[in-house]
């Protein structure tokens, strides 16, 4: 991304559509949403963004356990899946 022009408080800047994708959260444009395109005229909410981004970052140890409880979960399930795909069978 290059900065071109500056004016009193704005910046017109040229990027790639890949960086734009980036900066809207995607990794490709082809990752957009169904529907979503990057074009002339479409306003990109960095500020928006870059919030979300910012509790993220600072919520790592809430993450880190929701993730360790969902694993839990998940761990369980498979053993009540396996259980029920292999029941006992009494003589």
Known sequence: MKIIAKGSSKFIVEADEYEIANIMGYQYPSSLPSGSKIDVG?????????????????RVDEIRAQASALRKTADRLDSINAALDCPIVEP
């Not at 479409?42 to 993220?56: D, G, H, M, N, Y």
Request: charged residues 30%; hydrophobic residues 45%.
């Open 42 to 58: 479409r306003e990109v909410q960095v500020s928006k963004l870059w919030a979300a981004l910012t509790i993220e970052r600072t």
